[in-house]
């Protein structure tokens, strides 16, 4: 008995995976991003205080302009 008897074309298979896999690659391309014109690098949402309108980054326990306490929503 050979590794021939087999009918088992290693070669074949591994170039029909390498195959598979390049497809698999090709339509795993995440689309362009849809927002052109946004040059920020990090876009970070910012909240104002509903009391006194001071700009809060967000997850501020107090509002660093008026005081007053801050909820979040996660
Ligand atoms: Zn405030």
Redesign the pocket.
């Known amino acids: 008995m050979s590794e021939e008897d087999k009918g088992f074309d290693v070669d074949k298979l591994s170039r029909a995976i390498a195959a598979e896999l390049k497809k698999l690659n090709e339509s795993d391309k995440p689309p362009a991003p849809a927002v052109p014109g946004n040059m920020e690098k990090e876009p970070k949402p910012t909240w104002n205080?509903p009391?006194?309108?001071?700009k809060l980054k967000g997850g501020e326990k107090y509002?660093p302009?008026?005081?007053?306490e801050l909820e979040w929503a996660e």
């Open positions: 205080c009391e006194c309108g001071e509002c302009g008026c005081g007053v």
